[in-house]
Structures are given as structure tokens and as C-alpha cells.
């Protein structure tokens, strides 16, 4: 009688071996399958929050901000979230994780490691940023005068600065938490690391070989964990007939959202969406940020379906109290458009199955707010009961069996 399971093993290894299908490497840990997110053999839909401000938040220990992320998790948890995107970086002023070039706080980092562990107990995996395109929170531009140097993007480039850079992605990797004692690389929490927000650079050749460099140097570090770039979804020289869905046109920011995530070691794509700061304050009351946002998730489900093959994820979304025109139905209404677009892609198996918007606040970080806040109890919050309904819906989708072929 042939044995079974001798022969769906051999079978498994002959499938894996040709590259037809695809499993998390461990149990525990999400990993990819063509354009599909897996867990423990399970598709992944995904419903989260920005929070940039935990780190530091937990930090300060005299203004009891534990207490606050606890809070924040607690409520988000409670609407179903299960994905959050945060900072593993500060080079700013204030409570700086990274004093100067390999010198850290161990009071900020053991802030990191209780956001870690929070988030473990609530359920809630983390996308974790390794640095900021921006000056806030120190950002590229600290790390160049680190180095003596003046041009932003020599961040880039120079070798001096790049190794700084590497040698911050090796210690936060490879930093042993302080309360569960497992070394960050080693833990399931951990969604994904992210390699910058929102780069700029001027010259694209430049950005695609540093993404290239680091990616490779993450991976080489860290096989455990997916990783992607940061990037908001600008169409660049790749595909130039793409970069009629950009706002406004043609945007010069150095990226290029088709060759930046063929790169093989990056996981999955991303892309931001602001209409009411990228697009004219006109264009709200005529629809043109209500077709701007179809059309600019719509290309890039299609370019991740047809040319990256590679999950999307809209890790940035949300609409600022201080435009002209502002209402929480107005909000609701954007929340429920990009909602509505993910589920419908996850539905019908497409590749963006999930949205993490900006951003989750609490009533003691609300000073952090740039109108963009989503505060998750605060009197009727209509707001709140909308990300639960996308919670619940994605939850209820059925999922695939253990092994699936990939759509390569």
C-alpha cells in the first residue's frame, strides 16, 4: 500500500522545489504567496492604523505613555485592526533614539520593546520604518551631517552615510526586546520593515541602486520578515505612459513605483493617498478627488496584478481637518471610497487586500494631531464603527487552503 504522507511529502518538495508554490518559512511569521499576504497557510487581510508616535510615546515614562499605547492598542484591537505602522527611528531633538552614529538611548528602545510586546498581546502585527525622508525625527538629512556633509542626497550615495544606515537596520534587527527576551528579527509581531518613508531623491538611477543595496543587506540579515520601501506610489521613467495617474502629472520625486518593487527582495508595494493636499482645494467640490482616488488605486492594483506580481498595500490614507470643506462625513466618506476598493480586490482575489490609514490618536497624544487624527472614542465616532464594518467583512472572507499555486 503506498504511504500517503511519504508521498504528499516528496510531493510538497518536488511543488516547492519548482517554484510553483510558495509558504511562510515559519509558522507564525506572514509571508507571500504571488500577490497574496499567508499566515500559518492562510490568506491575510489587513485593517490598521498609523501611529508613528508609539515609540517615543512609550518612552516617556514620566507622562505614563505606556498607558497611552496600551490605550490606543486596546481601542484598536477592539474594532478589529490588526496591522499597525510605526517609527523604529528618531535622530530628532526629542527623546532621540539614535543619539549620534551607532550611540542609543536605552530608555527609547525599551520604549520600542514595550510597543513590541504590547502589540503582541493585542494581536496587532507592526509595520516598522526604518528612517524618515523628512527632518522630522532627525530623517536622512541627520544622517548626512553626521557625515560633515551638506546635499540630502548624499544619504544616497555616500558611503560613510550608507553605513551608518546599515549599521542602524543591524541593531534595531537584531536588538534582544527587554521584556519578552527574543530578538526582533526572531519575532512573528513584526509584520514587515519598511526602508524609508516616503523617499525623495533627485536622480531615479540613484534611488534604484540604493534600494537595491539595502534591500539586499535587510534580507541578508533578516529572512524571517517581509520588507518593503516606503514609497507613496509615484509613477516614474520606468513606465513613462504611467505617469498620467500621478497628481498633477508628472511628479519628480526620484521614485518609481514599477522598477523601485521589481527589485527581488522587496516583498510587496505600497502607496499613499492625500487628494485634498496633492490634488487643487477646488477639485473637492467638482469630483476630481473622488476619480483621482479610483483611478490612482485602480492603476496600481493593476500593475501589481499584471507586471510586479506582488501584494499592495495603501499604507498611508486620510483626510486633514484643516482643508476647507472638512466634516467627519466627508471623512467617512473618504474612509468608506478606499474601503470599499480594498474589499473588492480581496474579494475577488486581487492584490490589495488591506489599508492602514493616518492616523490613530488618543486624547493624550492629541497635541501629536495634524488634522488627520482619528480619535477611536471621542462622543458618536462614526468613524470607528466604519473601520470596524471593514474589519468584520475582511474577516468573513473565506480563506484558501494550506497550499495555493502561485499567480506567477
Given at each position: 500500500m503506498l504511504n500517503t504522507v511519504s508521498f504528499f511529502f516528496f510531493l510538497l518538495l518536488f511543488l516547492v522545489?519548482?517554484?510553483?508554490?510558495?509558504?511562510?518559512?515559519?509558522?507564525?511569521?506572514?509571508?507571500?504567496?504571488?500577490?497574496?499576504?499567508?499566515?500559518?497557510?492562510?490568506?491575510?487581510?489587513?485593517?490598521?492604523?498609523?501611529?508613528?508616535?508609539?515609540?517615543?510615546?512609550?518612552?516617556?515614562?514620566?507622562?505614563?505613555?505606556?498607558?497611552?499605547v496600551t490605550t490606543a492598542l486596546r481601542q484598536a484591537s477592539a474594532v478589529g485592526m490588526n496591522v499597525?505602522?510605526?517609527?523604529?527611528?528618531?535622530?530628532?531633538?526629542?527623546?532621540?533614539?539614535?543619539?549620534?552614529?551607532?550611540?542609543y538611548s536605552e530608555d527609547v528602545f525599551k520604549g520600542l520593546d514595550f510597543v513590541?510586546?504590547?502589540?503582541?498581546?493585542?494581536?496587532?502585527?507592526?509595520?516598522?520604518?526604518?528612517?524618515?525622508?523628512?527632518?522630522?525625527?532627525?530623517?536622512?538629512?541627520?544622517?548626512v551631517e553626521w557625515a560633515g556633509l551638506d546635499e540630502p542626497d548624499e544619504f544616497y550615495t555616500n558611503s560613510v552615510v550608507k553605513q551608518?544606515?546599515?549599521?542602524?537596520?543591524?541593531?534595531?534587527?537584531?536588538?534582544?526586546?527587554?521584556?519578552?527576551?527574543?530578538?526582533?528579527?526572531?519575532?512573528?509581531?513584526?509584520?514587515?520593515?519598511e526602508l524609508i518613508n516616503e523617499p525623495r531623491c533627485n536622480c531615479s538611477i540613484v534611488l534604484q541602486s540604493?534600494?537595491?543595496?539595502?534591500?539586499?543587506?535587510?534580507?541578508?540579515?533578516?529572512?524571517?520578515?517581509?520588507?518593503?520601501?516606503?514609497?507613496?506610489?509615484?509613477?516614474?521613467?520606468?513606465k513613462p505612459d504611467r505617469t498620467v495617474y500621478n497628481p498633477g502629472g508628472a511628479v519628480l520625486t526620484g521614485t518609481d513605483f514599477i522598477s523601485n518593487n521589481q527589485v527581488p527582495e522587496i516583498d510587496f508595494a505600497t502607496i499613499h493617498?492625500?487628494?485634498?493636499?496633492?490634488?487643487?482645494?477646488?477639485?473637492?467640490?467638482?469630483?476630481?478627488?473622488?476619480?483621482?482616488?479610483d483611478k490612482w488605486i485602480g492603476a496600481h492594483i493593476q500593475d501589481c496584478d499584471n507586471i510586479i506580481k506582488k501584494p499592495l498595500l495603501i499604507t498611508e490614507f486620510g483626510k486633514?481637518?484643516?482643508?476647507?470643506?472638512?466634516?467627519?462625513?466627508?471623512?467617512?466618506?473618504?474612509?468608506?471610497?478606499?474601503?470599499d476598493v480594498i474589499y473588492?480586490?480581496?474579494?475577488?482575489?486581487g492584490p490589495c487586500t488591506g489599508g492602514v490609514f493616518w492616523q490613530l490618536t488618543t486624547n493624550r497624544t492629541g497635541s501629536l494631531g495634524d488634522g488627520y487624527e482619528v480619535f477611536m472614542q471621542q462622543g458618536p465616532n462614526t468613524t470607528a464603527s466604519l473601520i470596524a464594518q471593514q474589519s468584520i467583512k475582511l474577516r468573513n472572507l473565506k480563506y484558501p487552503p494550506l497550499v495555493t499555486h502561485s499567480a506567477a
Open positions: 522545489g519548482s517554484n510553483r508554490i510558495t509558504v511562510a518559512e515559519k509558522a507564525g511569521f506572514v509571508g507571500r504567496n504571488g500577490t497574496q499576504f499567508l499566515l500559518n497557510g492562510e490568506q491575510v487581510y489587513l485593517n490598521g492604523f498609523n501611529a508613528y508616535w508609539m515609540m517615543t510615546t512609550a518612552a516617556d515614562t514620566v507622562s505614563k505613555g505606556r498607558a497611552t499597525a505602522r510605526i517609527w523604529g527611528f528618531n535622530e530628532g531633538d526629542y527623546l532621540p533614539l539614535q543619539i549620534s552614529p551607532g550611540s513590541v510586546y504590547e502589540a503582541g498581546r493585542y494581536k496587532i502585527k507592526l509595520i516598522i520604518s526604518l528612517v524618515n525622508n523628512f527632518e522630522d525625527y532627525g530623517g536622512r538629512k541627520k544622517y551608518f544606515y546599515k549599521n542602524h537596520v543591524k541593531t534595531v534587527l537584531t536588538r534582544k526586546n527587554s521584556i519578552t527576551g527574543r530578538v526582533y528579527k526572531e519575532d512573528p509581531t513584526i509584520f514587515s520593515w540604493w534600494v537595491k543595496e539595502m534591500a539586499s543587506y535587510v534580507k541578508s540579515i533578516d529572512s524571517n520578515h517581509l520588507l518593503e520601501i516606503g514609497l507613496e506610489g509615484f509613477y516614474g521613467g520606468s493617498i492625500y487628494p485634498d493636499s496633492w490634488l487643487p482645494l477646488q477639485s473637492s467640490r467638482t469630483g476630481e478627488q473622488d476619480e483621482f482616488v486633514s481637518s484643516k482643508f476647507p470643506g472638512f466634516s467627519l462625513e466627508e471623512r467617512n466618506k473618504f474612509f468608506k471610497r478606499v474601503y473588492e480586490s480581496a474579494r475577488t482575489g
